[in-house]
């Protein structure tokens, strides 16, 4: 009896400081609200400033429910349900109803837009491109964009908010702030086919602009009231986003038991990556076409720290991932760009199984009529190109000085995800040499 008044008592103290944690986040988001135009806060079921702790205190509600013999409706799941999920050691609940949440994670110009238009075909689906892009030019405007907890917190709570379809927390970091929910802003909305579709794609009215439309139609400024309705209306969704570099600050939405959500990580290999870089970003990576030409690289410039950086990111998200840890079993899938471009229809079948949802007609189609064109790929986020010439291409790009540099600072990345080294120009450029290993990532997770 004793052990039991003690385990309540730790769970009640448990809530106080959840409580206060909340209240800190609350600040913090207060602050950076206050940096924008005044604007009417949408009136939504969901408290942004409640997402971050509600998973935590329904499962506390429910330890403490058992521990003290009260009636609380807080799970779904039979005894024997409850039994073979402690079994099976998932370490947390799904009462979605069947609907899968989907989040890709990337890095820029390793495919994700290619990629995550797998997940943006079929009736049944609703995605989402790059919704946090407004979040970091928001946090960048106002000086927070450096403190990465604080960052990958926010990043979280916004993505924790839109698995649920409420726009709102999303439309404090629009600018110009939507007026009556409405937005000619979202970044990126033609890349939705939901939000591109009757009734979120609105008559087009007198002096909107070609930047409204989308690809199939002329649409006008997005309602986002019509917006959450219609991700409500589909049975899952899914969101691409390049921003989030911590694996394990995703932990609280993994649990929310209102989500079922899949992690995706996208990845490829970093020789390719900065060359593509240098082609896509071609203004901001000029210092690394000066060493190209002088052959000298100081590895000591902030330039190679950030590349050593960005690759020290990616691998200890993934180490997290494949480590299997309870909140992620199950739920978590790595998968190369390289295996995607040579064996598309396979790895999408894959990924899809790996999801849950039925691999759909409209997905397969897409990915016939898209991985094997002839035609030039136009634009940095076409989505239209040979997948398999496309993943080789960067080996004749990138000077061998430069695949050497990136070969020291993201040697462990590399080894990780089975890049093979180079050490000398002959191989780089050698196409029937592969550098790839083979390796399955997934199959002790899934």
Request: net charge neutral.
């Amino acid at each position: 009896m004793k052990t039991k008044h003690a385990i309540v008592f730790i769970c009640i103290v448990a809530l106080v400081i959840i409580e206060k944690e909340s209240n800190i986040l609350s600040r913090v988001s207060d602050k950076l609200i206050q940096r924008q135009t005044p604007q009417q806060t949408p009136q939504t079921p969901l408290d942004y400033n409640n997402t971050t702790q509600n998973g935590s205190l329904t499962m506390l509600k429910m330890l403490l429910s058992k521990l003290t013999g009260t009636s609380g409706n807080y799970s779904n799941l039979s005894e024997e349900d409850e039994k073979e999920e402690e079994l099976d050691g998932l370490g947390s609940y799904s009462y979605s109803g069947g609907r899968k949440h989907i989040l890709l994670l990337a890095t820029t110009r390793t495919g994700s837009s290619f990629v995550g238009e797998f997940f943006n075909q079929g009736e049944n689906m609703f995605y989402l491109f790059e919704p946090l892009w407004h979040v970091e030019r928001m946090l960048t405007m106002a000086g927070e964009a450096n403190n990465g907890t604080v960052l990958a917190g926010i990043y979280r709570d916004v993505l924790q908010a839109l698995f649920l379809c409420d726009f709102s927390p999303l439309e404090k970091f629009i600018s110009p702030p939507p007026q009556d929910h409405v937005t000619p802003a979202l970044f990126r909305r033609e890349s939705s086919v939901s939000l591109c579709e009757e009734p979120v794609c609105s008559p087009v009215i007198k002096d909107v602009f070609e930047r409204f439309h989308c690809k199939t139609r002329r649409c006008g400024p997005l309602n986002l009231t019509l917006a959450s309705e219609s991700c409500l209306s589909k049975k899952h969704f899914a969101i691409k986003t390049v921003r989030v570099h911590q694996l394990e600050a995703l932990r609280p939405l993994v649990e929310d038991p209102r989500l079922d959500v899949r992690v995706i990580q996208l990845v490829r290999d970093p020789r390719a990556i900065l060359a593509s870089r240098m082609v896509a970003f071609s203004s901001k990576y000029q210092t690394w076409k000066t060493w190209a030409q002088d052959g000298q690289v100081p590895e000591d410039d902030e330039e190679v720290k950030r590349l050593k950086g960005n690759c020290d990111h990616i691998r200890w998200s993934a180490e997290v991932g494949l480590s299997c840890p309870r909140w992620l079993r199950r739920r978590y899938m790595l998968v190369r760009y390289e295996d995607i471009a040579r064996f598309p229809m396979q790895k999408a079948e894959e990924m899809y199984r790996f999801t849950g949802i039925p691999f759909s007609p409209q997905a397969r189609e897409w990915i016939l009529r898209n991985t094997q064109t002839t035609q030039e790929a136009r634009g940095i986020y076409s989505t239209q190109k040979n997948s398999s010439e496309q993943a080789e291409k960067w080996r004749f790009s990138i000077p061998f000085t430069l695949a050497q540099v990136v070969q020291r600072v993201c040697g462990p990345t590399m080894k990780l995800f089975g890049y093979r080294f180079v050490d000398d120009e002959e191989t780089l450029t050698n196409k029937s040499i592969s550098l790839l290993e083979e390796k399955p990532f997934q199959s002790s997770n899934m």
